[in-house]
T-cell receptor, first 112, second 113 residues
Framework: NAGVTQTPKFRILKIGQSMTLQCTQD?????MYWYRQDPGMGLKLIYY???????DKGEVPNGYNVSRSTTEDFPLRLELAAPSQTSVYFC???????????FGPGTRLTVT | QQQVKQSPQSLIVQKGGISIINCAYE??????FPWYQQFPGKGPALLIA?????SEKKEGRFTISFNKSAKQFSLHIMDSQPGDSATYFC????????????FGTGTRLTVIP
């Protein structure tokens, strides 16, 4: 199993541009999550999904959108990128909600 | 508002020593307390987890101590090794409702030879 994979690994965006961060898991987990990690701040939940077609906001959803059309994929969309969205983004999945989460390798995003 | 407070922010320990990281929480509904280990450039990985019905859980050199009345839990790394150098995050979740994980701010551990 590849586990949780994320693409791209790195990306530089200009202010106002848009992009999609891809996340795929092959463990057949119903629950998937997007976090952002900022220095000294830990991980903050952006959005989560409890299954295909069902998503909900986390702690810091502003400026982001998600969709979940399949069990495997959970892309994160950034519209109108802002410098405050410079961060490392992690996707995760779990068998039980809120329990043992498996994380991807992350995407380092810089907005200039 | 930080749901889980973690300290210290950084920790330097000699090889063979004991590393201790502490976390505190307020929400008494939390019923799952994991610790994650993260190496530079990698995603966090689950290290060990505990539920509030036990006061201690040990896996190899890693032990979680849990004090329900004080609403605190801690990670102890015995015989710390340079390979343990990483950032450690505590977290908590509640089984009902949205039951998502709330993470502490992390502790960067450095074990010097």
């Amino acid at each position: 199993n590849a586990g949780v994979t994320q693409t791209p690994k790195f990306r530089i965006l200009k202010i106002g541009q848009s992009m999609t961060l891809q996340c795929t898991q092959d463990m057949n987990h119903n629950y998937m999550y997007w976090y952002r990690q900022d220095p000294g701040m830990g991980l903050k939940l952006i959005y989560y999904s409890v299954g295909a077609g069902i998503t909900d906001k986390g702690e810091v959803p502003n400026g982001y959108n998600v969709s979940r059309s399949t069990t495997e994929d959970f892309p994160l969309r950034l519209e109108l990128a802002a410098p405050s969205q410079t961060s490392v983004y992690f996707c995760a999945s779990s068998y039980l909600q809120g329990r043992e989460q498996y994380f991807g390798p992350g995407t380092r995003l810089t907005v200039t | 508002q930080q749901q889980v407070k973690q300290s210290p922010q950084s920790l330097i320990v000699q090889k063979g020593g004991i590393s201790i990281i502490n976390c505190a929480y307020e929400n008494t509904a939390f019923d799952y307390f994991p610790w994650y280990q993260q190496f530079p450039g990698k995603g966090p990985a689950l290290l060990i987890a505990i539920r509030p019905d036990v006061s201690e859980k040990k896996e190899g050199r890693f032990t979680i101590s849990f004090n329900k009345s004080a609403k605190q839990f801690s990670l102890h790394i015995m015989d710390s090794q340079p390979g343990d150098s990483a950032t450690y995050f505590c977290a908590a979740s509640v089984q009902t409702g949205a039951n998502n994980l709330f993470f502490g701010t992390g502790t960067r551990l450095t074990v010097i030879p």
